[in-house]
Each structure stands twice: as C-alpha cells, then as structure tokens.
C-alpha cells in the first residue's frame, strides 16, 4: 500500500511546491511591456493554476489518507506480526537502503543548488523579470527534490513502523501521546502570542515584522520536547 503511495505522495507535495510558479512568472511578464499582458489577465490566470494544482495535490492527500486509515494503529498501538513478516520487512528495507541514500542525496543536493539561480541572477544584475524567472526555477527545483525526500522517505518510513523502528519503537509510541498535546498546546499559546505582539493594544498590525516570533518558536519547540522526554525517562 505504501509502495503504491509513494510516488502520489511525492506528485502531490511536487504540485504544491511548484502551484505559485505561474502566477509568480505571469506577474512579472504583465509589468513588461513586450509581452502584452495585463494585470488582472496575469493574476486571474496564474490563480487558477495555482487553485487547480492546489486542489489536485490535496485530492491525491485525502485518497491515500483514506486508504492508509485501518493501518493508522501502526503509529500508536503495539502489535505482533505474523510469522515471516519482519524478516521479509528487513529484507525489502536492506534492498531499499541504496535506493534511500541516493534519493536523499538527489533531494539534499537540489535543495542547495536550488538558490543558484538566484545568486546568478543577482550577479548578472538583468531586469526585475530575470529575477522572477530565478525565484521561478528555485521553487522548481525545491519541488524536485522534495520530490526525491518524499518518495524514498514514505516507502522507508512505513518499513520502520512495521519493525517498530526509530520513531515507532513501543517507548516512542507510548510517549507520542503526550508530546502531541504538548506540541498542541505548545503551537496554540505560540500563534496567541504573534496575534498579540502584531495586533495587540501595543502592536503595529504588521506581520511582516513579527516574524521573529516563529523563529523563535521553533528553536525553542526542540528544546522543549527534548526536555520533555528526558522528564518522562527519568
């Protein structure tokens, strides 16, 4: 079921990542001139692309969710295989590895090179549409290589739940409860305090300058679970 998710899993992360790209280029090409586009032309349209990958990614999302939905106790309850299992489990997972090491390095290696184009872009010092086109190609090749994470990551991912692995070991599982209320309540008083500071009595009603906030957020979300953990082992 995984294997068979996979790679829709990967479509559908791939059309999200690169659904702004159209109206991003469309954009740029109506302030030119040449080009004969208007505005409103521009915006219309690269919105309903955008809407239309949008909604075809969310779509793939919901039909493996809901296929995946009787396995859901995989994540949280411990369980026993029946015989044979682990060890066919460990077999496809020893003749997947290569497979998962080279997908990561595709993803790890266009995920860095994708800011490229920018720099280049920069360097060349053209007009604001060859900007445009770099932030186009950095969104692309983002996607690709989440692409690449997606796909290996889905198919390893449900081998290790079934071996009761890494994240799906049984002290894990029994910890996973309270660390998602935490991380609810956690994320819940974090978005209180941005809506606060922008729009609070004291605030400016930016958010572009209340960004920090999450920064912070999330440096400090590792610290917390981490003590969290080493609270609940002890």
Known sequence: LRLAAAPKMAIAT???IVSPICLILLAGMSEAPRFGISEN??????LCVLLLLVAAAVAIFISCASKAKEFEFLETEPFETAYGVAGMVKARKEAFRDRYTQLNILG???CILAAVPLFVAVCLDRSDLTYIAAVCLLLLLAAIGCLAFVYGGTYQNAMTKLLEEGDY?????KEAGPIGKISTIYWLCVTAIFLFYTFGPMGNGQPQYSWFIWV???VLYGAVIAAVKLLRRR
């Open 108 to 110: 790890t290696v266009l």
């Open 41 to 46: 032309m521009a915006t219309g349209v690269g």
């Open 216 to 218: 912070i957020a999330g």
């Open 14 to 16: 791939f059309l999200c």
């Open 169 to 173: 070991t049984r002290r894990n599982k």
